[in-house]
């Protein structure tokens, strides 16, 4: 018997490293990446209380959340790719053309 | 311990070793690879949690879809972390497809193996006992047909945006002038089509 709790503090432990991830990283590509590790700690989140309620609804979100991951990144590695059209490159200190 | 808490354990302690590789490799591929082996560790812990459609879908779309776009614009890109272009013959990126499929492999076998066990020796994380197709691809679909169509339909137009609007934004900038400007529209529809100039 496996407590909620433990799937949350997994869930947290994910969201954490997704988090330390996007801060830390300066490839883009990895920025990325976590992002999608901090979406699937939200998932797992709504997976548990899902299941602890009994309460099929937070899997129809999830469902919902999977395919707008699978957009966003799918837009995201679009605008990679014309990163690196632009001859920016991957790095995303060198990304300061809306703020200059 | 029982059986559920093996499972989750392992998965879990996969999950989170895997995500921390994801965040500290130096290469991207290697990144991406680590990535789906944590999706694929919590594709176990959904099944734990008898949401076994959605331990499906997890696999589908982040391992089989996701996965591969990240691959591909990786290699697409050939750049490392510190920005230089990489000269990659055939031997280093056969070697990492070599590594990755064997990763891959033995992810998907675990996850085959521990779901079968999970379902097996399933008590789940909570005192409710679940309805035998709790989690199930028809109960969630009921779910999701009835009392969520609108915003089912909603998400295909907006996968559909988003499809557009990655064709649109990852386009080259030649491409973009000559199609604003009119010039060598028809001659580049010709070259695409595999219709040589002269023969038209």
């Known amino acids: 018997m496996v407590p909620i709790t433990h799937f949350l503090y997994l869930a947290g432990i994910l969201f954490l490293i997704g988090v330390v991830g996007v801060l830390a990283r300066r490839n883009v590509l990895i920025v990325l990446m976590s992002i999608e590790i901090m979406l699937n700690a939200a998932n797992l989140v709504l997976v548990a209380f899902s299941r602890a309620w009994g309460n099929l609804e937070g899997q129809v979100l999830v469902f919902l959340t999977i395919a707008i991951a699978a957009a966003e990144a799918a837009v995201g590695l679009a605008i990679v790719v014309s990163l690196f059209r632009a001859r920016t490159g991957t790095d995303i200190d060198d990304l300061t053309v809306l703020r200059d | ?200």
């Not at chain 2, 295909?156 to 557009?164: E, K, R």
Request: hydrophobic share 55%.
């Open chain 2, 1 to 200: 311990m029982t059986g559920t808490e093996v499972v989750f354990w392992l998965a879990a302690v996969t999950a989170v070793l895997s995500a921390l590789a994801t965040i500290t490799r130096r290469n991207p591929v290697v990144a991406a690879v680590c990535l789906v082996a944590s999706f694929f560790a919590v594709a176990v812990v959904y099944v734990l949690l008898s949401a076994t459609f959605l331990a499906a879908i997890q696999v589908l779309v982040y391992a089989g879809a996701i996965m591969v776009l990240f691959v591909f614009v990786v290699m697409v890109l050939d750049k490392d972390d510190s920005g230089e272009i990489r000269h990659a013959g055939p031997t280093r990126i056969s070697r990492y497809g070599y590594n990755g499929a064997w990763m891959l492999l033995v992810g998907f076998l675990a996850w085959v193996l521990l779901g079968t066990w999970s379902r097996q020796y399933v008590t789940p994380g909570s005192s409710l006992d679940a309805q035998p197709d709790f989690g199930s691809a028809q109960s969630v679909g009921r779910e999701l047909f009835y009392r969520y169509v609108f915003a089912f339909e909603a998400v295909s137009l907006l996968l559909l945006a988003a499809v557009i609007g990655a064709v649109v934004v990852a386009r080259s900038r030649r491409e973009r002038d000559d199609d604003a400007s009119g010039l060598n529209a028809r001659q580049r529809a010709r070259n695409d089509a595999g219709l040589s100039a002269k023969g038209v």
